[in-house]
């Protein structure tokens, strides 16, 4: 093994950095090329990367696109991603990273940094604790009966941030999953939902979430 080692080289260590895959759950923006506003610029969405390598990354998110997208990813601790999907899941897609081998390396050697200290979010302390849930899909419920998919970005017991196809208006009455609350602000990717009644701790997540 240390004579093929010394035989190949760089080029095995190489081989070997750009087959980790980790499993994640790390949050992240992105745009696809057929999603503008009305300005023609590209529109934001948010995202969780949920599974990572060297050469393709999978995303949670609330708008999928179709094969042959072209994305632009910018994911926390790896920064900015560039590619096409190539699959797409059940609440998501997967992209196949383009990068030159040199810049592989350095998304290699980032998601061996994630391996070891992955998932340590530190969420923001102000006002109510924020939590990521486990599961970042739910359904968007708004005023006309209209549903829609949508990612959940944190959640607390007066409120949660959100990130779907539609952008409703500052004000604008709706549900995620089963609570009720409207709309208080825009971001870069979502918009914030403050809650019309303060949840419970205990179950704030499955109602959002699972709607129950």
Same mark, same amino acid.
């Given at each position: 093994?240390?004579?093929n080692?010394?035989?190949f080289?760089r080029?095995s ?6 087959d980790? +895959?980790?499993?994640v759950?790390i949050a ?11 300005s023609g610029e590209r ?6 990367a949920?599974n990572?390598?060297?050469?393709s990354? =999978?995303l949670?998110c609330p708008?999928?696109g179709?094969? @042959? ?5 910018q ?5 900015k991603? $560039? ?6 899941l059940e609440? @998501? %897609?997967?992209? +196949?990273i383009?990068?030159s081998?040199?810049d592989r390396?350095?998304?290699?050697a980032? !998601?061996?940094w994630?391996e070891n200290?992955?998932n340590?979010?530190?969420h923001?302390r102000?006002?109510d604790e924020r939590v990521?849930?486990a ?5 968007l !419920?708004?005023?006309? @009966? ?8 944190d959640?607390?017991?007066?409120g949660?941030?959100?990130s779907?196809?539609?952008?409703? $208006?500052?004000?604008?009455?709706? +549900? ?7 709309v208080v602000?825009? %971001?870069v @990717?979502g %918009? =914030?939902v403050?809650? =019309?009644?303060?949840?419970s701790?205990?179950s704030? $997540? ?7």
């Amino acid at each position: 093994m240390l004579l093929n080692e010394a035989k190949f080289g760089r080029n095995s260590s190489v081989k070997h950095r750009s087959d980790i +895959a980790i499993i994640v759950n790390i949050a992240g923006q992105y745009s696809l090329s057929d999603r503008r506003n009305s300005s023609g610029e590209r529109r934001v969405f948010a995202c969780r990367a949920v599974n990572v390598s060297p050469r393709s990354i =999978a995303l949670a998110c609330p708008v999928y696109g179709k094969v @042959g997208d072209r994305v632009i990813a910018q994911i926390d601790h790896l920064g900015k991603l $560039e590619g096409v999907i190539t699959r797409l899941l059940e609440q @998501g %897609f997967v992209m +196949a990273i383009t990068a030159s081998e040199q810049d592989r390396e350095r998304l290699a050697a980032k !998601i061996k940094w994630l391996e070891n200290y992955k998932n340590h979010d530190t969420h923001d302390r102000r006002g109510d604790e924020r939590v990521v849930p486990a599961n970042p899909m739910s359904k968007l !419920i708004l005023a006309d @009966g209209k549903v829609e998919t949508c990612l959940v970005i944190d959640i607390s017991v007066s409120g949660a941030a959100v990130s779907s196809e539609t952008v409703p $208006e500052v004000g604008t009455v709706l +549900a995620v999953g089963s609570v009720v609350g409207r709309v208080v602000r825009h %971001f870069v @990717g979502g %918009f =914030a939902v403050q809650f =019309a009644e303060r949840q419970s701790p205990y179950s704030v $997540e499955r109602m959002v979430i699972l709607g129950a």
